[in-house]
């Protein structure tokens, strides 16, 4: 009778975890890291390694948090959002291509820039360090649904047309497709702005979530997207499906602290993220010029 109670005991359990709610959970907290894993995608299939992601997105959340304060529109922040990424997308692009700075280098400044303008604006505008006041937001599960809607047609885009074609030839052999007529450094300038768009919109995701920017939140998600788009394999549906399984590990490990010490539970997505990514890395096809810069002849 009691082995029986505790085999009743141990199905509640599981029961009360995994739940409607863990995969309502997963697909919200997968979105933002599917966002930066396809934009890191893009930039990356055309030869420009973009690790300033995080920042981007922290920028992103910062900026919903600024429009939302001073127009009281949600939907003035998410645009608000994206353009402000696009615009970090388009200065790492900049450094990259015009000044030949090495990409690492140029993407750690942008997270090093970003964290520093955070604490600054947070202080004169709010006057706490890190931290805006709560503002109206959007429903997520809007952001939710156009992140599938982007991923499927990114798939298509990549994969399935001309213009995929020429994104995937500059980042593999530029030469041949600067000898072909394509503009390596402008085709390398729009998909590092793509990149930060969708980050943008990951950190607009991140300010909805709670309803205020507070310079944590990312919590380094931005370079577990940049795990994501390399176990996906550079692929949209990949990275979608990487994001996923983080998505799941990070809502499932918020259930389990009831049942197993806090501190071992919330860093167990970062430690799958490091044994996953150990796994595959040695099965990504990486690009061929990625990291490389391209000088006209």
């Given at each position: 009778m009691e082995e029986a109670s505790e085999r009743m005991t141990t199905w509640e359990v599981l029961a009360s975890i995994f739940t409607i709610h863990l995969l309502l959970a997963t697909l919200r907290l997968a979105t933002p890291i599917a966002l930066i894993a396809l934009g890191e995608t893009y930039s990356e299939r055309t030869g420009i390694i973009n690790v300033g992601v995080e920042g981007t997105t922290?920028?992103?959340?910062?900026?919903?948090?600024?429009?939302?304060?001073?127009?009281?529109?949600?939907?003035?922040?998410?645009?608000?959002?994206?353009?402000?990424?696009?615009?970090?997308?388009?200065?790492?692009?900049?450094w990259c291509i015009l000044f030949r700075a090495n990409h690492v280098v140029s993407g750690i400044g942008?997270?090093?820039?970003?964290?520093?303008?955070?604490?600054f604006i947070t202080s004169s505008v709010w006057g706490w360090r890190g931290t805006s006041t709560y503002s109206d937001t959007l429903n997520n599960w809007y952001i939710v649904g156009a992140m599938f809607a982007i991923i499927l047609a990114s798939q298509i885009l990549i994969f399935r047309t001309r213009w995929g074609l020429r994104l995937r030839v500059v980042g593999e052999k530029p030469e041949a497709a600067d000898t072909a007529g394509i503009n390596v450094h402008r085709t390398r300038y729009l998909y590092t702005i793509v990149n930060g768009m969708l980050c943008g919109l990951a950190g607009a995701f991140f300010f909805n979530n709670v309803g205020r920017f507070t310079s944590g939140m990312v919590g380094g998600r931005g370079f577990i997207g940049i795990a994501a788009m390399v176990i996906g394999n550079y692929s949209p549906v990949g990275a979608l499906g990487a994001a996923l399984l983080f998505g799941f590990i990070d809502a499932l490990q918020m259930r389990l602290q009831s049942f197993i010490p806090s501190q071992f539970s919330i860093m167990l997505p970062y430690l799958i993220t490091v044994i996953v990514l150990a796994f595959f890395i040695k099965r990504a096809q990486v690009p061929a010029a990625l990291g490389k810069h391209y000088i006209k002849q």
């Open positions: 922290v920028l992103g959340g910062l900026v919903a948090a600024l429009a939302a304060y001073f127009t009281g529109s949600p939907w003035i922040a998410l645009i608000a959002a994206i353009i402000s990424g696009g615009l970090a997308g388009g200065l790492h692009a900049l942008i997270n090093i820039l970003v964290a520093g303008l955070a604490l």
